[in-house]
């Protein structure tokens, strides 16, 4: 097992997604400490079209990973449900080429 498992994001709207920073995850760097200018998404707790173009399968969108998702794209997401209510994230960094 790699590192830290970060608890389920909740989001005030109900919205929830699992993000994780690791050496076993899609993300950027591939490491345990971060911080991540990218990271893994997985299994949001509905479809989010912002999230779509990172799906690994994107036919079952809540069952799937989201690789390389970037970090300023996840705020979005937090953003647009609400705000952040519950759960963690990695320590992340917004790059300038928005962790491409």
């Known amino acids: 097992m790699f590192g830290k498992k970060y608890e389920t994001l909740k ?3 109900g919205f929830s997604m699992s993000v994780q920073g ?5 993300c950027e760097p591939r490491n ?5 200018t990218s990271v ?5 707790s509905e479809t989010d079209s912002l999230l779509m173009p990172y799906a690994e399968d994107p036919g ?5 990973v ?4 970037p970090s300023a794209v996840v705020l979005e997401v937090i953003e647009a449900h ?4 519950g ?4 320590p992340m960094e917004i790059s300038d080429n928005n962790g491409i």
Request: charged share 20%; net charge negative; with cysteine.
């Open 22 to 26: 690791n050496k076993g995850a899609y």
């Open 60 to 64: 079952d969108p809540t069952k799937t």
């Open 66 to 69: 989201y690789g390389w998702v």
């Open 11 to 13: 989001c005030a709207d």
């Open 82 to 85: 609400g705000g952040w209510v």
């Open 32 to 36: 345990e400490t971060g911080p991540y």
């Open 40 to 44: 893994e998404v997985g299994c949001p």
């Open 87 to 90: 759960g963690e994230m990695p």
